[in-house]
Every structure is written in C-alpha cells, then in structure tokens.
C-alpha cells in the first residue's frame, strides 16, 4: 500500500497528518501538485500546470490498494474504479455507490458556474475539519 495525495489546493494540516500517520505505520507516502504549490519533502512529485496534470500522476501511478487523498470527485471517481480506497480532506471516504450523485452535482455546479453564475466556495478550514481528517485517515488505515 501507498498514499497519494493530490496536493493541489490541499490543506497543509491534511498533508502533514497523512505523512505523520505514514511514517508511523511505515507506508510510502507521495504528495504530488503542478510547480505552482510549493510543497516540501523528498517524496513530492511536481508536475506541470496543465489542467488535469496532478490528476493524470496520481491515476498513472497508484495501485489496488492504495489510498489515494483528494477533494475532487473525478479524481476519486477514477481511483475507486482502480480499487483504491480515496479519502476526502474532510475524512470521509469515498464509496462507488455515492459517486454517481457526487459527479452530477459537481456537473450542475459546473453548468452554473461556466453560465456566469457563482456557487459556494469552502468554509474556512477548522481544527475541527483537521480531527475529522485525521479520524477518516485512521480508519481509512485500520489504526482505530
């Protein structure tokens, strides 16, 4: 097993949890992100800014198995297709059976949104937000 995380517009509270909790448990632990999120550690991969370019590293890269870290729905919608078990920044593991809502209503924000409408952004991150994280991640690692 490894872990992915998709460092574009990821918490830095969730990136430091996940690489903690993975030296404990001895698990490779990879953060990737475009050359615009400056992201420290020997085991960071920086791709180019191209749209979709952190998503395509992960997808090529991880395996069944794997826990793939992320907020975007494509992404984990992908990865559960690999068998991978993917984590929200929130703490809530993505399933297959919620995906199909989940991808229809990040397309109906899309539609508002290139339509010239705006849609909620995120709260401000809470250390509430980064217990609930770190909460999920234990689960997700079998470390309860």
Known sequence: MEIWIDADGCPREVVRIT???AARLGIKCWSVSNYHHEIPGETHIMVDDQSQSTDMEII???HAGDLVITQDIGLAAIALGKKCKVL???GKEYVDHDMSILL???ERSARIRRG???TRGPKKRTAA???AFEAGLKRSLGVL
Do not use: F, L, P, T
């Open 116 to 118: 010239g409408g705006r």
């Open 104 to 106: 229809e209503v990040r």
């Open 88 to 90: 929200g920044i929130n």
């Open 19 to 21: 690489r903690e909790y």
């Open 60 to 62: 090529n890269r991880c």
């Open 129 to 131: 937000d980064d217990a």
